[in-house]
């Protein structure tokens, strides 16, 4: 699945999204709003990844959907 499709349909993966990341708000997901940059900033800031790590688990979660 690509960037578009998720920011298309967003409100079905933010259940999904805190399943895999439970460290991430609902007011995070608001911000992100299927924004993949948005997404990765998040994932990096709330776990302390380094942004290529958040990079990759946000790109290969996007895979698996």
């Known amino acids: 699945m690509n960037a578009d499709e998720i920011k298309g349909t ?3 993966f933010k259940g999904r999204i805190q399943e ?3 460290k991430l708000t609902s ?3 608001d911000v992100i709003e299927g924004d993949r940059k948005q997404f990765v900033g998040r994932v990096q ?3 302390g990844y380094s942004k290529e790590q958040a990079q990759r688990e946000v790109d290969d979660w996007m895979k698996s959907q």
């Open 20 to 22: 895999k990341w439970g």
């Open 27 to 29: 007011d995070d997901l």
């Open 10 to 12: 967003w409100m079905v």
């Open 45 to 47: 800031q709330r776990y």
